[in-house]
């Protein structure tokens, strides 16, 4: 057997699996719950810079920044917000632990080749992650609340007032899912191309579903976003264009396959074999 081809695992019983899985759940869990804590008790703070892009949005707007103000109505209400700023930061802080955790879980059973091919896609999930982040932190959040501070009414004689007021609970929410929503879509070129190397998906058969991908990229925008075009639009977009690009990987792990095969001593006529088959 090739170097390539080598598995370092070892026969173990069951139980020997059993206690690494816990052992790595706890490792896991411990660095979960050390990155809860210390985004709890930043908290505030982390708010304070979640709360960055509704300021640049008050100041696009021509309204006076020095009265932005976020109100709750609960006694208990930001206490639950504090809460999920150290869920949320807590999983996130914590993503890389629990990934090299379940990478050392399963790598013993993969081949070499199958590792060196597995761990790009640990760096490249965090990193894709990151950026749909970024863009919701930087692009996408402001234009939302810059739409939503137009519909405000300056009150006269005639009419009343009605500003807007965000709990501080709701605009957690709201940025929250808008992150997640990015960061998730941004993982479809990772997960396509995994899926083309485990030859589940190929770029031909992607190709010809792009017109329903479309569709669905329009249609999760919309129950994600808040009812505003440019939300629905940042999110649809990016989402169609990762498709492409997910199209490309595609291909692109199809060649490499190709290329090996040939090697191995394939002919092109069982390789177009195996491509209509």
């Not at 059993?18 to 210390?38: P, T």
């Not at 949005?57 to 209400?77: H, M, N, R, Y």
């Not at 990193?127 to 009414?153: D, E, K, R, S």
């Not at 899926?195 to 249609?219: D, E, N, P, Q």
């Amino acid at each position: 057997m090739s170097e390539e081809n080598q598995i370092d695992d070892q026969p173990q019983p069951l139980i020997e699996h059993l206690i690494e899985l816990r052992q790595r759940l706890l490792w896991a869990v411990v660095g979960f719950v050390i990155a809860f804590i210390f985004c709890f008790y930043l908290g505030a703070h982390i708010f304070n810079v979640l709360v960055q892009p509704y300021e640049w949005a008050v100041e696009w707007s021509g309204l006076d920044p020095t009265k932005i103000e976020l109100i709750f109505t609960a006694p208990q209400e930001f206490f639950f917000t504090q809460i999920k700023i150290g869920l949320f930061g807590g999983l996130l802080l914590a993503f890389p632990i629990i990934a090299a955790q379940i990478y050392k879980f399963v790598a013993p059973g993969l081949y070499t080749n199958e590792r060196s091919a597995f761990l790009p896609f640990l760096i490249a999930a965090p990193i894709l992650f990151c950026i749909g982040a970024a863009i919701v932190y930087f692009f996408l959040m402001p234009m939302a609340m810059l739409f939503f501070l137009g519909t405000q009414q300056i009150g006269d004689a005639d009419t009343v007032d009605i500003t807007l007021l965000p709990k501080v609970s709701e605009y957690l929410s709201l940025i929250m899912t808008l992150i997640f929503a990015f960061g998730l879509v941004f993982q479809l070129p990772v997960v396509t191309t995994l899926l083309a190397r485990a030859g589940m998906v190929t770029s031909s058969g992607l190709a010809t579903k792009r017109k329903y991908a479309i569709v669905l990229a329009f249609i999760v925008a919309a129950v994600l976003t808040p009812p505003d075009p440019v939300s629905q639009l940042g999110l649809a977009l990016p989402t169609i264009l990762l498709y492409e690009v997910a199209i490309y990987a595609a291909r692109i792990v199809e060649r490499q396959r190709k290329e090996a095969l040939k090697r191995s001593g394939y002919s092109d006529e069982e390789l177009e074999e195996q491509d209509n088959a």
